[in-house]
């Protein structure tokens, strides 16, 4: 149950696009479409942002979109806003039906 | 309104024992799956462990294996997590969070719980 790589930050600024990456395996990512991102502010629960690789549940803004190629799965934030600051997870469903988390990456909003 | 509240952090020394809570309302309960999270101060999201609606499949993190319990109780809406032999590695805030449709995302959260391990 290794945790699922992602990079321990990037950065933007306002108006600008980022993505974050999520790689993981044959395992996992690779092989199920139950892929998840969450937001996180300090101090705060974590909020999901997207599920099943691409869908945004309701009030998430559209800004907001996900996307998966083989074992590599990506959130992107266009129109990046200040409030987007925040902590990002991805998690993934794995073949011994458990799931794992990436390491999380910290958005910084120039 | 969905509301998850956890419950039942606190200070325990190595070895010990402790149970969670997750009191929860304004949703059918008993038909989705719920899960604990945990987050060491300052670190990453980490899955502890996953019920069933029914309450029949259950499953772990290897490094929980063994130690912990999840079940829940359909009559009064609960979700638990019993700890057993805790380690300061198992010192953190602890998130019990409901699954929308079976590994399909974590649509709701509590506010967690922080468990401390220490002597």
């Known amino acids: 149950q290794s945790a699922l790589t992602q990079p321990a930050s990037v950065s933007g600024s306002p108006g600008q696009s980022i993505t974050i990456s999520c790689t993981g395996t044959s395992s996992d990512v690779g092989s199920y479409n139950y892929v998840s991102w969450y937001q996180q502010h300090p101090g705060k629960a974590p909020k999901l942002m997207i599920h099943?690789?691409?869908n945004r549940p309701s009030g998430v803004s559209i800004r907001f979109s996900g996307s998966k190629s083989g074992n590599t799965a990506s959130l992107t934030i266009s129109g990046l806003q200040p409030e987007d600051e925040a902590d990002y997870y991805c998690?993934?469903?794995?073949?011994?039906?458990?799931?794992?988390f990436g390491g999380g990456t910290k958005l910084t909003v120039l | 309104e969905v509301q998850l509240v956890e419950s039942g952090g606190g200070l325990v020394q190595p070895g010990g024992s402790l149970r969670l809570s997750c009191a929860t309302s304004?949703?059918?309960?008993?038909?989705?799956?719920m899960h604990w999270v945990r987050q060491a101060p300052g670190k990453g999201l980490v899955w502890v462990s996953l019920v069933s609606g029914d309450g029949t499949n259950t499953n772990y993190a290897d490094s929980v294996k063994g130690r912990f319990t999840i079940s829940r109780d359909n009559a009064n809406n609960i979700v638990y997590l019993q700890m057993n032999s805790l380690r300061a590695e198992d010192t953190a805030v602890y998130y019990c969070?409901?699954?929308?449709?079976?590994?399909?995302?974590?649509?709701?959260w509590g506010q967690g719980t922080l468990v401390t391990v220490s002597s």
């Open positions: 099943n690789v691409s």
């Open positions: 998690s993934s469903y794995t073949s011994s039906s458990t799931l794992v």
């Open positions: 304004g949703f059918t309960f008993s038909t989705y799956w």
């Open positions: 969070a409901r699954d929308r449709l079976v590994y399909a995302g974590n649509d709701y």
